[in-house]
Protein backbone atom coordinates (compact mmCIF):
# COMPACT_ATOMS: atom_id res chain seq x y z
CA UNK A 1 0.00 0.00 0.00
CA UNK A 2 1.06 3.56 -0.55
CA UNK A 3 1.41 5.99 2.83
CA UNK A 4 2.39 9.80 2.04
CA UNK A 5 4.88 9.67 4.51
CA UNK A 6 8.70 11.75 3.44
CA UNK A 7 10.94 12.29 6.51
CA UNK A 8 10.77 11.26 9.71
CA UNK A 9 9.79 14.95 10.55
CA UNK A 10 6.96 15.34 8.06
CA UNK A 11 5.51 11.36 9.56
CA UNK A 12 5.30 12.48 13.16
CA UNK A 13 3.88 16.10 11.96
CA UNK A 14 1.02 14.04 10.29
CA UNK A 15 0.34 11.67 12.84
CA UNK A 16 -1.84 13.67 14.96
CA UNK A 17 -3.26 12.63 18.35
CA UNK A 18 -6.76 13.64 17.37
CA UNK A 19 -6.47 11.84 14.13
CA UNK A 20 -5.07 8.71 15.94
CA UNK A 21 -7.56 8.24 18.33
CA UNK A 22 -10.16 8.64 15.41
CA UNK A 23 -8.35 7.04 12.85
CA UNK A 24 -8.87 8.92 10.80
CA UNK A 25 -5.40 9.82 8.37
CA UNK A 26 -7.27 10.57 5.01
CA UNK A 27 -6.87 7.98 2.11
CA UNK A 28 -4.71 4.91 1.55
CA UNK A 29 -3.95 3.37 -0.95
CA UNK A 30 -4.83 -0.01 -0.62
CA UNK A 31 -3.97 -2.51 -3.49
CA UNK A 32 -4.78 0.21 -5.98
CA UNK A 33 -8.41 0.61 -4.10
CA UNK A 34 -9.41 3.69 -1.66
CA UNK A 35 -10.42 2.89 2.26
CA UNK A 36 -11.45 4.92 5.06
CA UNK A 37 -11.04 1.78 7.15
CA UNK A 38 -9.48 2.89 10.90
CA UNK A 39 -8.07 -0.42 11.17
CA UNK A 40 -6.21 0.36 7.76
CA UNK A 41 -5.32 3.97 8.12
CA UNK A 42 -4.07 3.07 11.84
CA UNK A 43 -1.62 -0.06 10.53
CA UNK A 44 -0.80 2.11 7.99
CA UNK A 45 0.47 4.71 10.30
CA UNK A 46 2.30 2.71 12.44
CA UNK A 47 4.26 0.91 10.02
CA UNK A 48 5.06 4.16 8.41
CA UNK A 49 6.52 5.49 11.99
CA UNK A 50 8.41 2.19 12.26
CA UNK A 51 10.17 2.91 8.91
CA UNK A 52 10.84 6.65 9.72
CA UNK A 53 12.01 5.46 13.23
CA UNK A 54 14.59 2.60 11.66
CA UNK A 55 15.64 5.04 8.91
CA UNK A 56 16.69 7.54 11.44
CA UNK A 57 18.58 4.78 13.91
CA UNK A 58 20.20 4.11 11.19
CA UNK A 59 21.32 7.07 9.88
CA UNK A 60 22.45 8.49 13.90
CA UNK A 61 24.18 4.90 14.25
CA UNK A 62 26.32 5.27 10.95
CA UNK A 63 27.54 8.63 11.15
CA UNK A 64 31.22 9.21 11.83
CA UNK A 65 31.04 12.52 13.39
CA UNK A 66 31.78 12.38 17.31
CA UNK A 67 28.53 11.78 19.43
CA UNK A 68 26.39 8.81 17.46
CA UNK A 69 24.03 7.23 18.97
CA UNK A 70 26.07 4.81 20.72
CA UNK A 71 24.88 0.57 20.32
CA UNK A 72 23.47 -1.22 23.13
CA UNK A 73 26.85 -3.29 24.73
CA UNK A 74 26.24 -6.48 26.21
CA UNK A 75 27.33 -6.02 30.48
CA UNK A 76 27.09 -2.34 30.57
CA UNK A 77 24.81 -1.71 33.25
CA UNK A 78 22.00 0.87 32.40
CA UNK A 79 22.08 2.51 35.78
CA UNK A 80 25.36 3.45 37.34
CA UNK A 81 25.36 6.87 39.03
CA UNK A 82 28.66 6.59 40.28
CA UNK A 83 29.97 6.42 36.81
CA UNK A 84 29.71 10.33 35.58
CA UNK A 85 30.73 9.74 31.88
CA UNK A 86 28.33 6.62 31.32
CA UNK A 87 25.56 9.83 32.93
CA UNK A 88 26.96 12.54 30.63
CA UNK A 89 26.68 9.52 27.83
CA UNK A 90 23.28 9.34 28.49
CA UNK A 91 22.49 13.31 28.26
CA UNK A 92 24.31 13.12 25.22
CA UNK A 93 21.84 10.14 23.40
CA UNK A 94 19.22 12.17 24.94
CA UNK A 95 19.78 15.03 23.23
CA UNK A 96 20.19 13.57 19.39
CA UNK A 97 16.41 11.61 20.24
CA UNK A 98 15.37 15.12 20.47
CA UNK A 99 16.94 16.33 18.00
CA UNK A 100 15.70 13.58 16.04
CA UNK A 101 12.29 14.37 16.80
CA UNK A 102 12.21 10.56 18.88
CA UNK A 103 11.58 12.31 22.15
CA UNK A 104 8.80 12.32 24.00
CA UNK A 105 6.72 9.94 22.06
CA UNK A 106 3.16 10.14 23.79
CA UNK A 107 3.65 13.54 25.99
CA UNK A 108 1.25 16.34 24.31
CA UNK A 109 3.09 18.47 21.63
CA UNK A 110 2.54 21.56 24.17
CA UNK A 111 5.32 20.52 26.05
CA UNK A 112 7.67 19.45 23.75
CA UNK A 113 6.62 15.75 22.81
CA UNK A 114 5.32 14.01 19.69
CA UNK A 115 1.60 13.75 20.70
CA UNK A 116 1.44 10.16 20.10
CA UNK A 117 -0.66 7.25 21.44
CA UNK A 118 1.51 4.16 23.25
CA UNK A 119 1.32 1.95 20.27
CA UNK A 120 4.12 4.51 18.54
CA UNK A 121 6.24 4.20 21.59
CA UNK A 122 5.86 0.50 21.74
CA UNK A 123 6.90 1.02 18.41
CA UNK A 124 10.23 2.93 19.15
CA UNK A 125 11.14 0.76 21.86
CA UNK A 126 11.21 -2.14 19.69
CA UNK A 127 13.42 -0.44 16.57
CA UNK A 128 15.39 0.88 19.61
CA UNK A 129 16.78 -2.47 21.29
CA UNK A 130 20.18 -2.33 19.26
CA UNK A 131 20.62 0.87 20.67
CA UNK A 132 21.58 2.38 24.06
CA UNK A 133 19.07 5.06 25.32
CA UNK A 134 19.43 7.76 28.04
CA UNK A 135 18.49 5.44 30.85
CA UNK A 136 19.85 7.65 33.38
CA UNK A 137 16.93 9.22 32.89
CA UNK A 138 14.35 6.78 33.85
CA UNK A 139 13.62 8.43 37.22
CA UNK A 140 12.43 11.81 34.96
CA UNK A 141 10.70 9.77 32.59
CA UNK A 142 8.63 7.01 34.94
CA UNK A 143 8.54 9.37 37.79
CA UNK A 144 8.44 12.65 36.98
CA UNK A 145 7.01 13.10 33.87
CA UNK A 146 3.73 11.40 35.15
CA UNK A 147 3.68 13.60 38.06
CA UNK A 148 4.29 16.60 36.21
CA UNK A 149 1.03 15.62 33.35
CA UNK A 150 -1.37 14.72 36.26
CA UNK A 151 -0.57 17.22 38.91
CA UNK A 152 1.34 19.95 37.80
CA UNK A 153 0.10 23.67 36.33
CA UNK A 154 0.67 24.32 32.89
CA UNK A 155 3.44 26.98 33.83
CA UNK A 156 5.11 23.73 35.52
CA UNK A 157 4.34 21.70 32.63
CA UNK A 158 5.62 24.39 30.31
CA UNK A 159 8.78 24.68 31.92
CA UNK A 160 9.96 21.62 33.28
CA UNK A 161 8.83 19.15 30.55
CA UNK A 162 11.28 20.47 27.54
CA UNK A 163 14.44 20.62 29.59
CA UNK A 164 13.59 16.97 30.89
CA UNK A 165 13.50 15.91 26.77
CA UNK A 166 16.25 17.20 25.23
CA UNK A 167 18.58 15.90 28.14
CA UNK A 168 19.79 19.83 29.35
CA UNK A 169 17.89 18.43 32.76
CA UNK A 170 18.21 15.13 34.92
CA UNK A 171 15.77 14.56 38.14
CA UNK A 172 16.41 12.44 41.08
CA UNK A 173 13.38 11.27 43.45
CA UNK A 174 13.73 12.69 46.84
CA UNK A 175 12.21 9.78 48.80
CA UNK A 176 14.05 7.48 51.38
CA UNK A 177 14.05 9.12 55.10
CA UNK A 178 17.06 7.82 57.76
CA UNK A 179 13.82 6.52 60.00
CA UNK A 180 11.69 4.72 57.20
CA UNK A 181 13.87 4.00 54.40
CA UNK A 182 11.74 3.70 51.04
CA UNK A 183 8.66 3.36 52.96
CA UNK A 184 6.18 6.34 51.95
CA UNK A 185 3.62 5.06 54.73
CA UNK A 186 6.79 6.37 57.12
CA UNK A 187 7.73 9.68 55.65
CA UNK A 188 8.13 11.93 57.72
CA UNK A 189 9.05 14.85 55.94
CA UNK A 190 6.93 17.91 55.80
CA UNK A 191 6.22 20.97 53.57
CA UNK A 192 4.03 23.87 54.98
CA UNK A 193 2.82 26.88 52.68
CA UNK A 194 3.91 29.68 54.44
CA UNK A 195 3.54 33.22 52.40
CA UNK A 196 3.16 31.64 48.83
CA UNK A 197 6.29 29.72 49.47
CA UNK A 198 6.72 26.05 50.31
CA UNK A 199 9.05 25.69 53.49
CA UNK A 200 10.35 21.81 53.40
CA UNK A 201 11.14 20.29 57.62
CA UNK A 202 13.07 16.30 57.14
CA UNK A 203 15.68 14.69 55.94
CA UNK A 204 16.21 13.03 53.05
CA UNK A 205 18.92 9.93 52.13
CA UNK A 206 20.23 7.40 49.96
CA UNK A 207 18.96 9.69 46.56
CA UNK A 208 19.81 7.63 43.76
CA UNK A 209 21.58 9.58 41.42
CA UNK A 210 21.13 12.64 43.55
CA UNK A 211 25.01 13.75 43.10
CA UNK A 212 24.48 13.67 39.12
CA UNK A 213 20.80 15.51 39.42
CA UNK A 214 19.92 19.25 38.29
CA UNK A 215 16.48 18.92 39.85
CA UNK A 216 14.50 16.24 42.36
CA UNK A 217 10.91 15.89 43.07
CA UNK A 218 10.55 15.68 47.18
CA UNK A 219 7.56 13.81 48.78
CA UNK A 220 6.80 15.52 51.63
CA UNK A 221 3.52 15.32 54.17
CA UNK A 222 1.20 18.59 53.62
CA UNK A 223 -1.41 17.68 55.85
CA UNK A 224 0.28 18.06 59.57
CA UNK A 225 -2.76 15.65 60.75
Given at each position: ????F??????L?QL?A??L???????????G?????P??????????????V????????????R?R?????????A?????????????????M???G???G??V?K???G????Q???????E??????????????????L???????S??????????????????CQ??SE?????????????????????????????????H?S?M??C????D??
Amino acid sequence: FLFPFGAFGGALDQLGADELEHGQFGTVALTGRQTHDPRVTAFAASEALRQAVKELFHRLSVEEERGRLPPRIPGEPANAFENLELVAKDRRIQKMLWDGGLAGITVPKEYGGQGLDQRFEDIFHEEAEPYRLAWHFGNAFNIVLPVLLAHGSEEQKKKYIPSMLDGSVMWCQLLSEPSGGSDLAGATTRAEMRDGKWYLNGSKVWTSGGHCSDMGLCLARTDPT
